[in-house]
């Protein structure tokens, strides 16, 4: 009507794709918000997510095994697997965010995942491996409570002591 021609019928046949590819400085937004220190700040971690495949129930696995003081020695490997897997999976999803024709929808979804990925990452890194370390620091406790209740009895401040007491 303005003069100007439509487009002509072959450019109507080419299909577009759905989803508009995510611009520059969208995916340096996007990188950003998951390289930021603080991102996993208030994060939950994902109910349910997919590693190679496959649905892993990442929440309840992480308060199953967070639930407990320290990582039994039958759990460590699994642990260990659990995590590496992680890792693996945090950086495939940041190189689709880096290099992949994806939209920016795509774009945020893949970043809430991976900071969801970096909470439980965090929450595993938190715990200890029942060792030699755990042991002696229980030792040293201990022999510092007994230290303690000796001193008591020898300098009289033990009420139940008569050592150190005139009478």
Known sequence: MNGTPGPTAKERSVSRPYHVDVKEYERKVLLERVSREAATVGAEIPEEIEIQGEPIALRSFVFEIKRRDSIPQGERERVERAK?????????????????????????????SII?????????????????????ERQAAADRKRWMRFLKQALGRDEGSTVGSRR
């Open 84 to 112: 590496r897997n992680l890792r693996r999976e945090r950086l495939e999803r940041i190189e689709r965010i880096e290099e992949g024709a994806i939209s920016y929808a795509e774009g945020e979804r893949l970043a809430a």
């Open 116 to 136: 969801g990925i970096d909470r439980a990452l965090e929450a595993l890194e938190g715990l200890r491996a029942p060792g030699p370390e755990t042991a002696a």
